[in-house]
């Protein structure tokens, strides 16, 4: 029954060495987001996609990239950790864009080392 | 932008006890109020939300209230259990836009 699902749960990396994070949903929503959340805060925008369209937040790092290949999945790139992007990654979608549920996945924990 | 204001940062109630947490938004035409609650460790869910044409909405011993004239909604958690215990966001949206979340409360729920 699971809706959001993201992979892997647990990432641990090394200091500059590229990571990626995969998101999926059976949703079939259009909207689908990216949240970083440290210890203790909100979650925090890095982009969000509606459909295929690409929406970065003004303060996103250009080292966080992302891709979208099809409705079901979207992935993000850390093209170059570092030990402040040591957090957890959460991914959610909702149907469509302001005024509509939005639907978490349980988030990947990345380390950096 | 929107900008939602969540107080208190953190609420400690005795069991049983009520609980309310409350918020405030910037913009007029923000529409959908959504609470969600996260455990430790654990994704945001969505306990109870509310849309601007209704002021109160319930579901069992959680409830929220909306004040579109003064901009600002509350979290009521009545008869407080330990597994309440969560930290509670709070957000603010409108259509076409993506939703701005508070800072979050931390409601710890002494047995």
């Known amino acids: 029954d699971a809706m959001v699902i993201q992979n892997p749960r647990y990432q641990v990396t090394q200091f500059g060495k590229p990571v990626t994070l995969s998101c999926s949903q059976t949703?079939?929503?259009?909207?689908m987001y990216w949240y970083q959340q440290k210890s203790s805060q909100a979650p925090k925008l890095l982009f969000h996609?509606?459909?295929?369209?690409?929406?970065n937040e003004a303060d996103t790092p250009d080292n966080f990239q992302s891709r979208r290949p099809n409705t079901s999945f979207c992935f993000l790139d850390i093209r170059s950790p570092g030990l402040g992007d040591a957090a957890m990654y959460l991914c959610?979608?909702?149907?469509?864009?302001?005024?509509?549920?939005?639907?978490f996945g349980p988030g990947t924990r990345l380390l950096v080392l | 932008g929107e900008n939602v204001e969540q107080h208190p940062s953190t609420l400690s109630v005795q069991e049983g006890d009520s609980a309310v947490i409350k918020c405030t938004y910037s913009?007029?035409?923000?529409?959908?109020f959504p609470w969600y609650k996260q455990e430790l460790g654990k994704r945001p869910q969505l306990i109870i939300d509310?849309?601007?044409?209704?002021g109160e909405k319930k579901d069992q011993r959680i409830a929220v209230t909306l004040n579109k004239t003064a901009k600002h909604f509350s979290l009521h958690i009545t008869e407080t259990q330990p597994e309440d215990s969560a930290v509670y966001f709070c957000?603010?949206?409108?259509?076409?836009?993506?939703?701005?979340f508070g800072r979050g409360t931390s409601l710890i729920v002494h047995p």
């Open positions: 959610a979608t909702s149907r469509d864009g302001g005024g509509e549920t939005q639907y």
């Open positions: 949703l079939n929503h259009n909207v």
């Open positions: 996609y509606y459909d295929k369209d690409f929406n």
């Open positions: 913009d007029s035409a923000s529409n959908y």
């Open positions: 509310i849309r601007s044409n209704v």
């Open positions: 957000a603010a949206s409108r259509s076409g836009y993506i939703p701005t």
